[in-house]
T-cell receptor
Framework: EPEVTQTPSHQVTQMGQEVILRCVPISNHLYFYWYRQILGQKVEFLVSFYNNEISEKSEIFDDQFSVERPDGSNFTLKIRSTKLEDSAMYFC????????????????FGPGTRLTVL | AQSVTQPDIHITVSEGASLELRCNYSYGATPYLFWYVQSPGQGLQLLLKYFSGDTLVQGIKGFEAEFKRSQSSFNLRKPSVHWSDAAEYFCAVGGNSGGSNYKLTFGKGTLLTVNP
């Protein structure tokens, strides 16, 4: 069964450094998402991406964050200058479509990347 | 704004006992509702979903959930719990309200412990 994959599984970085988290969505999916889960808190939406542009983003997704689909398979989340509060589990998800604009389709999640900022 | 409440942070049941995990949502239009499960060190696995139609939906691993619009609830049930069901369970809502067709809003999760 196809699945979303993410690399690395764990990333440790120093505050102020740039990190890139990588995801390979399910191959025939068209919509891509990033979520994060700070330890002990709920899973929070960051951004959705379709047709090479952001379709929706949350207030968390500020100028320090960017997303890119550099080729036909990868989907990346970049944090330009990491802060201590960026430490979290970051989940990538993908969906086939959004029901023709009628609503959220089923999103399939990857295993996550645990980011630790020191 | 959409929101999800899972009132129970932690539930402990004995193996073989029945299970019900509660989920209440707030959403301004027709909600699309999901239950995901997260085992330690794993990602979020979809258990089941409700988009429309029959309000009782069946999922994987013997789980089912019932959508009750009047109560704004989408509770997850299983008649007989197995030790392998121990995990954290997340309820989520998405939909087509206000142009926000993309994001899922999650509850804080319910951690399920299964006693032998």
């Amino acid at each position: 069964e196809p699945e979303v994959t993410q690399t690395p599984s764990h990333q440790v970085t120093q505050m102020g450094q740039e990190v890139i988290l990588r995801c390979v969505p399910i191959s025939n999916h068209l919509y891509f998402y990033w979520y994060r889960q700070i330890l002990g808190q709920k899973v929070e939406f960051l951004v959705s991406f379709y047709n090479n542009e952001i379709s929706e983003k949350s207030e968390i997704f500020d100028d320090q964050f960017s997303v890119e689909r550099p080729d036909g398979s990868n989907f990346t989340l970049k944090i330009r200058s990491t802060k201590l509060e960026d430490s979290a589990m970051y989940f990538c998800a993908s969906s086939v479509w959004t029901s023709g604009g009628l609503g959220t389709d089923t999103q399939y999640f990857g295993p996550g990347t645990r980011l630790t900022v020191l | 704004a959409q929101s999800v409440t899972q009132p129970d942070i932690h539930i402990t049941v004995s193996e073989g006992a029945s299970l019900e995990l509660r989920c209440n949502y707030s959403y301004g239009a027709t909600p699309y509702l999901f239950w995901y499960v997260q085992s330690p060190g794993q990602g979020l696995q979809l258990l089941l979903k409700y988009f429309s139609g029959d309000t009782l939906v069946q999922g994987i691993k013997g789980f089912e959930a019932e959508f009750k619009r009047s109560q704004s609830s989408f509770n997850l049930r299983k008649p007989s719990v197995h030790w392998s069901d121990a995990a954290e369970y997340f309820c989520a809502v998405g939909g087509n309200s206000g142009g926000s067709n993309y994001k899922l809003t999650f509850g804080k999760g319910t951690l399920l412990t299964v006693n032998p």
